[in-house]
């Protein structure tokens, strides 16, 4: 099993639409947990972080954790042409209260809207 | 955020031989880290360097072809030695920074 698993894209949705990515993680002692935003030949920009169970909301972007089912999801409201991009799910895990530092990445999903 | 630079941006390499990979932050941080990016992948840590410290590898990936420096809380560097085709990837460093990890511009390597 991957130690962290997104949804298998590619992911096509209208412009205005509502984008839901999905990823989930086999390491209960992930603590947190990251969505990059990567467009074609850049880095991965870092979108939003959540480390508690719950909704985080910035702007068009809502995260939701749900550590008990080892589920983390992002969507994006009113989803724009330059939200295409290819969305990658990160865990952090930390070991003894510490920051590790170490990201494990999901596979990613790309997403594209179209007008 | 902190800010990161990477040099050189991208190059074309031959076969065996090396090729470093410069980081720099304008500010200074405990951890950095080196990713992976192979073509059409996701991102595989490489290793994670502390100053003052030797250099963490992952799993599949050693010193000896991967050697990195961490001379001070601000730069460092990653060797690619010996390279194949193989080795022909998106080459990342990254900070942390509050919790957070935020990437270099990357490293476009292609190895001929």
């Known amino acids: 099993q991957k130690e962290v698993e997104q949804n298998s894209g590619p992911l096509s949705v209208p412009e205005g639409a509502i984008a839901s990515l999905n990823c989930t993680y086999s390491?209960?002692?992930?603590?947190?947990f990251f969505w990059y935003r990567q467009y074609s030949g850049k880095s991965p920009e870092l979108i939003m972080s959540?480390?508690?169970?719950g909704d985080k909301e910035d702007g068009r972007f809502t995260a939701q954790l749900n550590k008990a089912s080892q589920y983390v999801s992002l969507l994006i409201r009113d989803s724009q042409p330059s939200d295409s991009a290819t969305y990658l799910c990160a865990v952090n895990i930390r070991a003894g209260g510490t920051s590790y530092g170490k990201l494990t990445f999901g596979q990613g999903t790309i997403l594209t809207v179209h007008p | 955020s902190a800010v990161i630079s990477q040099k050189p941006s991208r190059d074309i390499c031959q076969r065996g031989t090396s090729l470093t990979i410069q980081c720099q932050v304008d500010?200074?941080?405990?951890?950095m880290f080196w990713y992976r990016q192979q073509p059409g992948q996701s991102l595989t840590l490489i290793a994670t360097a502390n100053q003052g410290s030797e250099a963490t590898y992952e799993s599949g990936f050693v010193i000896d072809k991967f050697p990195i420096s961490r001379p001070n809380l601000t730069f460092s560097t990653l060797t690619v030695s010996n390279m194949s085709p193989e080795d022909s990837s998106i080459y990342l460093c990254?900070?942390?920074?509050?919790?957070?990890?935020?990437f270099g511009p990357g490293t476009r390597l292609t190895v001929t």
């Open positions: 959540i480390y508690s169970n």
């Open positions: 500010s200074q941080v405990t951890m």
């Open positions: 390491d209960r002692v992930s603590q947190s």
């Open positions: 990254s900070v942390d920074w509050g919790d957070e990890q935020y």
